[in-house]
């Protein structure tokens, strides 16, 4: 059962992912209306992911990750997350695009706060 367990929780994840990013790109006349249902499903989806992982811990199964693995990974991604977003930043400064600009700004606060917290976390 952990392993097809495992595998639902993997494909609710990327399912989550697909239906965030085609609400991205809807159009059209319908568009308030769409956006809003396929808001709807992904968060539905992200539930379902809470659901999966939380019942599987409690009959004393394994998700794919632990906690100080996901704190481990977390941590790599939101550093190469920072550094991506400086990037971004200042390409847009360089082209003058101060909107982007500035909401890089934003994320680079977010994400180091983020790398100081996650790293508190794996400090032993």
């Known amino acids: 059962m952990e392993k097809e367990l495992n595998k639902l929780l993997a494909d609710l994840v990327v399912e989550y992912h697909k239906l965030q990013s085609f609400h991205w790109y809807l159009k059209g006349y319908h568009f308030f209306d769409d956006h809003k249902k396929f808001e709807e ?13 939380e019942n599987m811990l ?3 199964l394994k998700p794919e990750s632990t906690s100080e693995e996901a704190y481990e990974i977390i941590l790599k991604d939101f550093k ?11 390409l ?10 500035n909401l890089m700004d934003d994320y ?9 917290m996650v790293g508190q976390v794996l400090k032993k």
């Open 58 to 60: 409690k009959l004393g």
């Open 80 to 90: 190469q997350l920072l550094d991506e977003v400086k990037a971004v930043k200042a």
């Open 92 to 101: 847009a400064e360089k082209d003058d695009v101060y909107v982007t600009s």
């Open 108 to 116: 680079i606060e977010m994400f180091y706060k983020a790398n100081w």
């Open 41 to 53: 499903y992904y968060g539905d989806i992200a539930d379902a992911v809470d659901g999966v992982a």
